[in-house]
C-alpha cells in the first residue's frame, strides 16, 4: 500500500533552518503532485509547496515563497522541503501529502503521512 513517512521536525530557534524529508512507496507517482501542508494548533491546514513527480514544477504558497524550497529525488521516491529563516509563526505540524493530478488545496489528496512537528522558539 501506499506509505509516506516524514521526517527532520524539531525544535529550533528563528531565523534556522530545518529540512523536512518524506519517504514516499507503494506506487508510482508519476502523474502525481507531491505537496507539504501544515496545520498549526487551532488552525485549518495551510498549503505550504508542491512539486509535480514527473518534470519537478513547484508551486509555493504565500508563507513559504523566498524562504523555502520543496525538491524530489525520483530516484530515491523522497521529497523534501528545505526550510530556512524560519519564525515562530511557522510552528506547525508538517505533513506530506500525495495526489493524483491534484491541485493545491488539502481535499485534493489521496495519501498523507503522519506528520511531523516543526517548533520555531522566538
Known amino acids: 500500500q501506499v506509505q509516506l513517512v516524514e521526517s527532520g521536525g524539531g525544535l529550533v530557534q528563528a531565523g534556522g533552518s530545518l529540512r523536512l524529508s518524506c519517504a514516499a512507496s507503494?506506487?508510482?507517482?508519476?502523474?502525481?503532485?507531491m505537496a507539504w501542508f501544515r496545520q498549526a494548533p487551532g488552525k485549518d491546514y495551510e498549503f505550504v509547496a508542491a512539486?509535480?513527480?514527473?518534470?519537478?514544477?513547484?508551486y509555493y504558497g504565500d508563507s513559504a515563497e523566498g524562504r523555502f524550497t520543496i525538491s524530489r529525488d525520483n530516484a530515491k521516491k523522497t521529497l523534501a522541503l528545505q526550510m530556512n529563516s524560519l519564525k515562530p509563526e511557522d510552528t506547525a505540524v508538517y505533513y506530506c501529502?500525495?495526489?493524483?493530478?491534484?491541485?493545491?488545496?488539502?481535499?485534493?489528496?489521496?495519501?498523507w503521512g503522519q506528520g511531523t512537528q516543526v517548533t520555531v522558539s522566538s
Open positions: 512539486i509535480t513527480w514527473l518534470d519537478g514544477f513547484t
Open positions: 507503494g506506487r508510482s507517482f508519476d502523474e502525481y503532485l
Open positions: 501529502g500525495a495526489g493524483f493530478r491534484a491541485g493545491l488545496r488539502h481535499g485534493d489528496y489521496d495519501y
